[in-house]
């Protein structure tokens, strides 16, 4: 089935671990995205990658990193988990240049407790 | 600083008509968006504007002024499965989405 996945859907996690997040997509999407939503709060951009071997900074990178080694996988990293980073975290893809607009495809999000 | 507004929270009857607004304030516009999301689950698309007018999709039909920095989602014969959050954002000058923080429309019977 096309899309996007994420894993793992939830978790909890002790303050100062380490956790990656996982994404991928089959879509042969070249653009791909990681955004935390927040109760009240706008979604808001951590960080995003136009193609692969390239990734940029959004409105909240800190306590964060990504890679894009290849197409279809963008994982996010929380080096040392804190309880602010309680949230839960979208990636999206889209198909940047092909159309006149760029709709975004969210993966089904993970949920992110730290204690 | 860059702002996306959207009433919290929204009621409407079933069968009916409703209007969810946004208003913007953005570096450059490029395009606005709005997205439907269920509670626990992920936004999906529902439209695109860049010229100003009205574009209409079967029951939801999206409106945009860019003069005035403004959009609304329309959404007709309500059903109960619209009860969801509708989200508003914004292409900024650098391509860069900007997220409203959403408008929670509860439909009652």
């Known amino acids: 089935i096309a899309g996007i996945t994420q894993a793992p859907t939830s978790q909890i996690l002790a303050a100062g671990r380490r956790m990656t997040l996982r994404c991928t997509q089959d879509?042969?999407?070249?653009?791909m995205y990681w955004y935390r939503q927040d109760l009240g709060l706008g979604l808001r951009l951590i960080h995003y990658?136009?193609?692969?071997?390239?990734?940029g900074k959004g409105e909240v990178p800190d306590g964060y990193s990504v890679s894009r080694a290849n197409t279809d996988d963008f994982p996010l990293t929380l080096a040392s988990a804190v309880p602010s980073q309680t949230s839960v975290y979208f990636c999206?893809?889209?198909?940047?240049?092909?159309?006149?607009?760029?709709?975004?495809?969210f993966g089904p999000g993970t949920r992110l407790t730290v204690l | 600083g860059q702002n996306i507004d959207q009433p919290t929270e929204m009621t409407a009857t079933e069968g009916a008509i409703v209007q969810i607004n946004c208003t913007y304030q953005?570096?450059?516009?490029?395009?606005l968006f709005w997205y439907q999301q269920h509670a626990g689950e992920a936004p999906t698309f529902l439209s695109y504007?860049?010229l100003d007018g009205l574009e209409e999709k079967g029951r939801f039909s999206s409106f945009l002024s860019r003069s005035k920095g403004y959009s609304y989602l329309l959404l007709k014969e309500l059903q109960m499965k619209d009860s969801a959050s509708y989200l508003c954002?914004?292409?900024?000058?650098?391509?860069?989405?900007?997220w409203g923080a959403g408008t929670k429309l509860i439909i009652k019977p």
């Open positions: 999206a893809s889209s198909d940047e240049g092909t159309s006149g607009y760029n709709e975004q495809f």
């Open positions: 954002a914004v292409y900024d000058s650098n391509y860069q989405l900007i």
């Open positions: 953005t570096s450059g516009f490029n395009g």
């Open positions: 990658s136009n193609t692969a071997g390239t990734t």
């Open positions: 504007n860049v």
């Open positions: 879509m042969r999407h070249n653009a």
